[in-house]
T-cell receptor, first 113, second 113 residues
Framework: IAGITQAPTSQILAAGRRMTLRCTQD?????MYWYRQDLGLGLRLIHY???????GKGEVPDGYSVSRANTDDFPLTLASAVPSQTSVYFC????????????FGPGTRLTVL | SQQGEEDPQALSIQEGENATMNCSYK?????LQWYRQNSGRGLVHLIL?????REKHSGRLRVTLDTSKKSSSLLITASRAADTASYFC?????????????FGKGTRLSVIA
């Protein structure tokens, strides 16, 4: 089935641990994005990638890193998780940029204790 | 900070009534998009309106854009219980180029049967 998949669905993590959230799309979209969603704050952009091999910082990039080695995959890494990174994380993709529809994955619910 | 801000934060109406949600943004844009999110799910694209358009329709959805006031509205006519969801406006992060979207905090719509 075409679309975006995210893994894991949910995770409980001890503070200080390293964690990688996985995101894969099979629509051959050029652009991919990571958002976090917190109650009362809406969606905030963490990092994005306009095309394979390039990445950019969003509103809240601190504590997160991304890579875009190929078109399909866009992993998000928390090098040393902190409780404030407890959130629901959504990956999205679009053909190009701002004039294209973004397609969202189902999300990863992350709890950092 | 987020580009778009939706108003009201929450809205509760009876089935069959119309629902109006507003979005204000801060900088010049070339388009504005509206998305819907059902509880626990990723966002789904509803409609895009370009800066040279004043009004756009899609089924029971009507979107307006007033670039002089930097505002947009989403009207859902003859609402149904299934329209219960959060609705977000999204605007380009940068004024030009291949840029990601920035989402507002959303309006939570409850349609009571």
């Amino acid at each position: 089935i075409a679309g975006i998949t995210q893994a894991p669905t949910s995770q409980i993590l001890a503070a200080g641990r390293r964690m990688t959230l996985r995101c894969t799309q099979d629509m051959r979209h050029n652009a991919m994005y990571w958002y976090r969603q917190d109650l009362g704050l809406g969606l905030r952009l963490i990092h994005y990638s306009n095309t394979a091999g390039t990445t950019g910082k969003g509103e809240v990039p601190d504590g997160y890193s991304v890579s875009r080695a190929n078109t399909d995959d866009f992993p998000l890494t928390l090098a040393s998780a902190v409780p404030s990174q407890t959130s629901v994380y959504f990956c999205a993709s679009s053909k190009r940029g701002d004039t294209d529809t973004q397609y969202f994955g189902p999300g990863t619910r992350l709890t950092v204790l | 900070s987020q580009q778009g801000e939706e108003d009201p934060q929450a809205l509760s109406i009876q089935e069959g009534e119309n629902a109006t949600m507003n979005c204000s943004y801060k900088t010049s844009i070339n388009n504005l998009q509206w998305y819907r999110q059902n509880s626990g799910r990723g966002l789904v694209h509803l409609i895009l309106i370009r800066s040279n358009e004043r009004e756009k329709h899609s089924g029971r959805l009507r979107v307006t854009l007033d670039t002089s006031k930097k505002s947009s509205s989403l009207l859902i006519t003859a609402s149904r219980a299934a329209d219960t969801a959060s609705y977000f406006c999204a605007t380009p992060l940068h004024s030009s180029g291949n840029t990601p979207l920035v989402f507002g905090k959303g309006t939570r719509l409850s349609v009571i049967a």
